[in-house]
C-alpha cells in the first residue's frame, strides 16, 4: 500500500479490531495481568544491544500486542523501514532521502542516493572532524594570538543543539575536564552574553553549527560573537580563520559570513536537523569527549540500527515501543508521553527527545496530503525523576490523566563519580523501581484501611495504580548506550510516523512563525506599519514600544 492509495487508517479492519479490543479489555487492571500470568516479569522484556527493556507494566496481552503487529504490517512499516535505509526519497514534501543511519554505516557499506555512495563521504568528514579535535585537544591548533584553545562555545539551534548539547551533558564524565564548552541557542542576547563573559577570546573557538546557514537565531548569535571575538582580540577579520569553524551543508552562506570553507565540516540534505548529532554537527561534542569516543557512540547507534533493520516484529524494540504509543494515544486517548531517566546525566535528555519526536510527527497532514482523523504525535515530556517525584509525580499517581512513561536507569554509576557519591547510587535506583511499582499496582483502600488510616482519609490515600510504564536498564551509562538509546528513540518515532502515515521528515509547521517575527521585528524597531497585522497583535506592539519609551 502507498501513501496515496493507502486506506484510511481508522478504516482498516486492523484499526478496527484493536478498538474492539480495547472495548472488551476494558479497565483490566494491571494486578490482574500479573495474576493471570506470573511469568510475565521476566516474559515481557526484550533486549537490544545493552539495553533490557521490560513492558511488563503496559495495559496490554499477547493479543494486543498481535493486533499491533497487524497494523503495523498493514501499514508496511517495514517496508517504509528498507526504503529509507536503501536511500530512497522518503521525506516526499522536501524530496529527500532520510538517511541518518548512513552517518554510522561502516566504511565499507554501500548506500546510494541519486546513484552514488553516500558512505565515503560520511567518513572523509569523521576523519576531518577527528584530527581537527585532536589538534585542538592536544593545543596544536591555536589562537589567533598563538594561544592554545581552551573554550569551544557551540552556537546552533534546534537540532544543531539540542543533539550535541544533550550528549554533552550525558557524557560529561568522559569528557576533557580542561575543556570549557558552552552551547549557546536563544536569540536572546543574555544567551551568548552569559556563555562568554568570564572567557578570554584569545582561548575561545567558536563553532557555528547550522545546516541552512540561514537561521536568523544562529546567524544573529554568530555575528555577536564574531563583533565580540574581533573587540576583545582588536583585530580585524583575518582572525576569525583560528576562531571561527562552520558545521553546514551551505558552503556558500557559510562563505558569505566569513568562515573560510577550509574550516567547515559538512554534512547533507538527507540528514534531518533532528537527527544530525552523530554527523559533522556534533564536533564541540567529539572535542569534548575525543574521537575514539565519539565512535564509540556511533558503534552503539549501528547496533539499534541493525537491530531494527533485521530483527523480526516479535523482538523488534523499536516496534513495540512505537506501537505502545499508538496503543495509548489512539486506544486510550493519552495526550502526552513522559521520559523520566534516573541519571543526572540525562538532564537534557527529554528536551532532545521532544524535538525528535514532536517535530517529526506533530503533523495533522498526512502523507497523501490529506487531513488525518486520528491522533499523531504526543506532548513529549519529563526531567530526572527523582526531582520530577517531588515536583509532577503527583499528577501522574493521582490525577485524572493517562500518562504512559518511559524509566530510564543504569546499574552502575559513572565510574569516575569516586566512592563517596556513588554510595548513592542503589537509593536513587530504589526510587527508580519503587516509581514503576507504585505506577503500575497502586494501593487499594483496603490495603490504606489495614495500615490504621482513618476512613476519611482513605480516597485521598489509595493509588488506583494501572499507570503504564516501560523501564529501560542498562549496566551503565556509556556513549555506546548512548547511541543504542538515541537511535532506539529515533526508529520509534519513525514506526509511529509510518502507521500514522505523516511524513516524520518534514517540519513545515516552524515556518510560518519564521515569517510573521521578521514581519514584525521592523514594527518593534522602527514603529513601521505592518500591513494586516491583526488588531491584538498591533495593540502589543504599541504597548511593547511604549515600554522601551519609543514613539
Ligand atoms: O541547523 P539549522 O538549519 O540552523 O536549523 C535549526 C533548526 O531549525 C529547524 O529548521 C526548525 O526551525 C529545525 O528543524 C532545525 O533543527
Given at each position: 500500500m502507498n501513501a496515496e492509495s493507502r486506506t484510511r487508517l481508522n478504516q482498516t479492519p486492523e484499526w478496527t479490531a484493536l478498538a474492539e479490543h480495547r472495548d472488551?479489555?476494558?479497565?483490566?487492571?494491571?494486578?490482574?495481568?500479573?495474576?493471570?500470568?506470573?511469568?510475565?516479569?521476566?516474559?515481557?522484556?526484550?533486549?537490544?544491544?545493552?539495553?533490557?527493556?521490560?513492558?511488563?507494566?503496559?495495559?496490554?496481552?499477547?493479543?494486543?500486542?498481535?493486533?499491533?503487529?497487524?497494523?503495523?504490517?498493514?501499514?508496511?512499516?517495514?517496508?517504509?523501514?528498507?526504503?529509507?535505509?536503501?536511500?530512497?526519497?522518503?521525506?516526499?514534501?522536501?524530496?529527500?532521502?532520510?538517511?541518518?543511519?548512513?552517518?554510522?554505516?561502516?566504511?565499507?557499506?554501500?548506500?546510494?542516493?541519486?546513484?552514488?555512495?553516500?558512505?565515503?563521504?560520511?567518513?572523509?568528514?569523521l576523519d576531518r572532524m577527528a584530527g581537527f579535535a585532536e589538534r585542538i585537544r592536544s593545543g596544536e591548533w591555536t589562537g589567533h594570538t598563538g594561544r592554545r584553545i581552551k573554550n569551544i562555545v557551540n552556537v546552533g539551534i534546534g537540532g544543531s543543539d539540542l543533539g550535541p548539547a544533550m550528549a554533552y551533558e550525558v557524557l560529561r564524565s568522559y569528557t576533557d575536564r580542561d575543556l570549557v564548552v558552552r552551547f549557546v541557542s536563544n536569540v536572546d542576547g543574555a544567551d551568548l552574553h552569559e556563555a562568554v563573559r568570564d572567557l578570554d577570546a584569545a582561548e575561545t573557538l567558536f563553532v557555528i553549527a547550522s545546516k541552512t546557514f540561514t537561521t536568523i537565531e544562529t546567524i544573529t548569535n554568530a555575528t555577536s560573537a564574531r563583533d565580540?571575538?574581533?573587540?576583545?582580540?582588536?583585530?580585524?577579520?583575518?582572525?576569525?580563520?583560528?576562531?571561527?569553524?562552520?558545521?553546514?551543508?551551505?558552503?556558500?552562506?557559510?562563505?558569505?559570513?566569513?568562515?573560510?570553507?577550509?574550516?567547515?565540516?559538512?554534512?547533507?540534505?538527507?540528514?534531518?536537523?533532528?537527527?544530525?548529532?552523530?554527523?559533522?554537527?556534533?564536533?564541540?561534542?567529539?572535542?569534548?569527549?575525543?574521537?575514539?569516543?565519539?565512535?564509540?557512540?556511533?558503534?552503539?547507534?549501528?547496533?539499534?540500527?541493525?537491530?531494527?533493520?533485521?530483527?523480526?516484529?516479535?523482538?523488534?524494540?523499536?516496534?513495540?515501543?512505537?506501537?505502545?504509543?499508538?496503543?495509548?494515544?489512539?486506544?486510550?486517548?493519552?495526550?502526552?508521553?513522559?521520559?523520566?531517566?534516573?541519571?543526572?546525566?540525562?538532564?537534557?535528555?527529554?528536551?532532545?527527545?521532544?524535538?525528535?519526536?514532536?517535530?517529526?510527527?506533530?503533523?495533522?497532514?498526512?502523507?497523501?496530503?490529506?487531513?488525518?482523523?486520528?491522533?499523531?504525535?504526543?506532548?513529549?515530556?519529563?526531567?530526572?525523576?527523582?526531582?520530577g517525584q517531588h515536583a509532577y509525580y503527583q499528577l501522574i499517581h493521582q490525577g485524572t490523566k493517562l500518562i504512559p512513561a518511559d524509566f530510564i536507569g543504569f546499574a552502575e554509576p559513572v565510574a569516575d563519580l569516586g566512592e563517596r557519591f556513588r554510595a548513592q547510587h542503589d537509593l536513587l535506583m530504589a526510587n527508580f523501581f519503587a516509581q514503576t511499582q507504585a505506577l503500575a499496582f497502586g494501593k487499594t483502600p483496603d490495603e490504606v484501611r489495614a495500615e490504621g488510616v482513618a476512613e476519611d482519609l482513605v480516597p485521598h490515600k489509595t493509588f488506583k495504580g494501572n499507570h503504564p510504564t516501560t523501564t529501560i536498564l542498562a549496566k551503565e551509562l556509556t556513549p555506546s548506550v548512548l547511541g543504542q538509546l538515541i537511535a532506539l528513540y529515533e526508529h520509534k518515532v519513525f514506526v509511529q510516523g509510518a502507521v500514522w502515515n505523516i511524513d516524520s521528515f518534514d517540519q513545515w509547521g516552524v515556518e510560518l512563525g519564521k515569517v510573521l517575527a521578521k514581519r514584525v521585528e521592523p514594527a518593534l524597531t522602527e514603529g513601521a506599519e505592518v500591513p494586516g497585522l491583526d488588531a491584538s497583535t498591533q495593540a502589543l506592539v504599541a504597548k511593547y514600544r511604549e515600554l522601551r519609551g519609543r514613539k
Open positions: 472488551q479489555l476494558g479497565d483490566v487492571e494491571l494486578r490482574e495481568l500479573f495474576a493471570a500470568d506470573p511469568g510475565r516479569g521476566t516474559g515481557y522484556t526484550l533486549e537490544v544491544g545493552d539495553l533490557h527493556v521490560d513492558y511488563s507494566k503496559h495495559l496490554v496481552t499477547d493479543e494486543t500486542l498481535r493486533l499491533l503487529r497487524e497494523l503495523a504490517a498493514a501499514t508496511d512499516v517495514f517496508g517504509l523501514r528498507d526504503a529509507m535505509l536503501r536511500g530512497e526519497k522518503i521525506n516526499t514534501t522536501e524530496d529527500r532521502a532520510v538517511l541518518h543511519t548512513a552517518l554510522r554505516a561502516p566504511r565499507d557499506a554501500v548506500i546510494e542516493v541519486d546513484g552514488e555512495n553516500v558512505v565515503p563521504a560520511v567518513h572523509a568528514v565580540w571575538l574581533l573587540t576583545e582580540l582588536k583585530a580585524g577579520p583575518e582572525a576569525v580563520a583560528k576562531h571561527f569553524v562552520a558545521l553546514s551543508t551551505n558552503a556558500g552562506k557559510v562563505s558569505d559570513f566569513g568562515i573560510d570553507t577550509a574550516n567547515m565540516f559538512e554534512f547533507w540534505d538527507w540528514v534531518g536537523g533532528r537527527y544530525s548529532y552523530d554527523s559533522a554537527i556534533g564536533l564541540s561534542l567529539m572535542i569534548a569527549i575525543g574521537p575514539d569516543r565519539f565512535r564509540e557512540m556511533l558503534d552503539g547507534f549501528r547496533i539499534v540500527d541493525e537491530h531494527f533493520r533485521t530483527a523480526p516484529a516479535e523482538s523488534n524494540v523499536p516496534l513495540l515501543l512505537g506501537l505502545l504509543g499508538i496503543w495509548y494515544g489512539n486506544f486510550h486517548d493519552a495526550q502526552s508521553h513522559a521520559v523520566l531517566p534516573y541519571s543526572h546525566y540525562l538532564s537534557k535528555f527529554t528536551a532532545y527527545l521532544q524535538q525528535l519526536d514532536m517535530e517529526s510527527n506533530g503533523k495533522y497532514v498526512g502523507r497523501d496530503g490529506q487531513e488525518v482523523e486520528w491522533q499523531t504525535g504526543p506532548v513529549v515530556w519529563g526531567t530526572p525523576g527523582t526531582n
